[in-house]
């Protein structure tokens, strides 16, 4: 089956500017999260939704922000681009929403703020 | 916040020798999770460790968690160039929420 599907893999924005990724999770997965993996600060948990809610949140400013789809498709958006957002954003998927499931995550969303 | 500290930060073998990598925390972990990521790819789960004093195998790769599941340790026996990655220990809090260590990035020659 597919696995989770990321779009756009690469882009390049301007400072100042927003942008919004998207996820398609694997069919039947219901819980999805976000993550920012830079050189510095490696993997770091944004979000996660389970249910078109937002059930985790992690330690990021508000220009930050998801949401979650009835298909369990997701997005997540940035605003007011900073260089410092430049990394790999990672969308992951399981199966339902609580501890002990395989989490299974795409290929990443690369953006480059300039 | 919660914290898992990862050591080696980076690690070099020649093919054949084995290979460790640490992860600790000052808490009691409800689990660890292990990934790996090829250099330009993406994280790929591995295994997950739960039980105390828990001990996995993969083939060559065995996985261990401490007593007081507070550490938790990756050991690949006789490396082979396949193994090149970094290699990441999670603790997952809630659904899909992972709290990563900083990862070990292992290279072998051969």
């Known amino acids: 089956k597919a696995g989770v599907t990321q779009t756009p893999r690469y882009l390049i924005k301007t400072r100042g500017q927003q942008v919004t990724l998207s996820c398609s999770p694997i069919s039947g997965h ?27 949140k992690g330690n990021f400013p508000g220009r930050f922000s998801g949401r979650q789809f009835s298909n369990s498709r997701s997005e997540m958006n940035v605003s007011t681009l900073e260089l410092g957002d430049s990394a790999l954003y990672l969308c992951a998927s399981s199966l339902t929403f609580g501890a ?11 953006l480059t703020v300039v | 916040g919660q914290q898992v500290m990862q050591i080696p ?8 020798e084995d290979f460790t990598t640490y992860c600790n925390s000052s808490t009691t972990l409800s689990n660890i999770q292990w990934y ?24 060559r790769l065995t996985f261990q968690f401490g007593e007081a599941k507070k550490n938790s340790s990756l050991h690949i026996t006789a490396t082979q160039t396949t193994d090149v990655g970094t290699y990441f220990c999670a603790e997952n809090q809630a659904g899909t929420a992972l709290i990563f260590g900083k990862g070990t990035t292992l290279s072998v020659s051969s």
């Open chain 1, 30 to 56: 219901r819980s999805v999260s976000w993550y920012q993996q830079t050189p510095g600060q490696g993997l770091q948990f944004l979000f996660e939704y389970f249910s078109e809610t937002q059930r985790n």
């Open chain 1, 100 to 110: 002990g499931n395989t989490i299974y995550f795409g290929e990443g969303s690369w």
């Open chain 2, 9 to 16: 930060q980076y690690q070099h073998v020649q093919e054949g």
């Open chain 2, 36 to 59: 790996k990521q090829r250099p330009g790819g993406h994280p790929v789960f591995l295994i997950q460790l739960v039980k105390s004093g828990e001990v996995k195998k993969q083939k």
